[in-house]
């Protein structure tokens, strides 16, 4: 997917967007977004990995905010409301300060907007985090800290065995004896040996 540029119109203001960072590439994005306190109603938002810089004038006091990126609670995917017959969802940099969050893409494509989710959480090593109810963001997986919680898999022996081949046919059997060679009416090995001894 190419670079994308979404305009939105907040009352007569053009916000300009730009797709989330592919695998690999990690220079900063620059983002202007819309601000109802800052002077102009807009604020420039540089995010880089590790680094969140919020650029702002409000009452002609210019300020430079640079904020953590694991300052961040993680990066949400809301529903923003149904336009033209189609859902719209929003992507949103979280922080428990609200003049501290940021918005990173507006869209009503399903697939992209899920994918570009995924990647601005993996550039900016936050979890990805799911806005089921207004203003309550949660995990959208299991997690412990910042470790994943999946099913836990059998580790018993032979699992890999058991995949290829059925059960009754992986289990050892016990050994039979064989009735081995006859002794009767064999020689002795040591003539002269004496019976009793």
């Known amino acids: 997917m190419q670079a994308m540029e979404l305009e939105r119109a907040f009352g007569g203001l053009k916000i300009e967007r730009k797709a989330a960072p592919k695998p690999g590439a990690y220079e900063p994005r620059r983002l202007i977004a819309s601000d109802p306190r800052a002077d102009g109603r807009r604020r420039e938002v540089t995010l880089g990995a590790g680094r969140v810089e919020i650029l702002r004038s409000v009452g002609g006091v210019r300020m430079n905010i640079s904020v953590a990126a694991n300052a961040y609670r993680g990066v949400v995917l809301r529903l923003r409301g149904l336009e033209s017959e189609r859902f719209a969802y929003e992507v949103e940099l979280r922080h428990t300060d609200p003049d501290l969050c940021v918005t990173l893409l507006e869209a009503d494509d399903d697939d992209e907007i899920q994918a570009e989710w995924r990647l601005w ?74 019976e009793g001894r």
Do not use: C, M, Q
């Not at 004896?177 to 090995?189: D, K, Q, T």
């Open 121 to 194: 959480a993996r550039y900016l090593g936050l979890p990805t985090l799911v806005e089921r109810e207004e203003g309550r963001a949660e995990p959208d997986s299991a997690r412990l800290g910042n470790v994943h919680i999946a099913e836990s898999k059998s580790r018993r022996r032979g699992a890999a065995i058991r995949r290829r081949r059925p059960r009754f046919l992986s289990r050892r059997k016990i050994g039979r004896g064989s009735p081995g060679p006859s002794l009767a009416g064999a020689r002795e090995i040591f003539p002269g040996s004496k």
